[in-house]
């Protein structure tokens, strides 16, 4: 199958920056959008949601309250997308996530999985 792992979050002052990374492993054949989405903390079900998207040809979409602030790329050859966030606000404290539309190497065929991180948590804190 398909494995995603996060990396680079922590604690910051407001107005600080931090960079997230997500690697994706497994039986890939190939990705097609990954994103980042997040989850504030101790609220009972909310949904995640969506921050930014990239597409494999390099195409962004992001949510309105993160547009100017972050940016999304991606290493096609690492499987790998970023996610440099600048300006961070308090509001920003949440779980990221990292999400991959990948293309398995399941039983001598191709399986479409929906994949996602464990999730990094991001305070914004002074």
């Known amino acids: 199958q398909v494995q995603l792992v996060e990396s680079g979050g922590g604690l910051v002052e407001p107005g600080g920056s931090l960079k997230l990374s997500c690697a994706a492993s497994?039986?890939?054949?190939?990705?097609?959008?990954m994103g980042w989405y997040r989850q504030a903390p101790g609220i009972p079900g909310k949904e995640r949601d969506l921050?930014?998207?990239?597409?494999?040809?390099?195409?962004?979409n992001y949510a309105n309250s993160v547009e100017g602030r972050f940016t999304i790329s991606r290493d096609n050859a690492k499987n790998t997308v970023y996610l440099q966030m600048n300006s961070l606000k308090p509001e920003d404290t949440a779980v990221y996530y990292c999400?991959?539309?990948?293309?398995?190497?399941?039983?001598?065929?191709?399986?479409?999985?929906?994949?996602w991180g464990q999730g990094t948590l991001v305070t914004v804190s002074s």
């Open positions: 497994g039986s890939i054949f190939n990705i097609n959008d």
């Open positions: 999400n991959a539309g990948t293309i398995v190497v399941q039983s001598q065929s191709l399986t479409a999985v929906n994949a």
């Open positions: 921050v930014a998207t990239i597409s494999r040809s390099g195409s962004t």
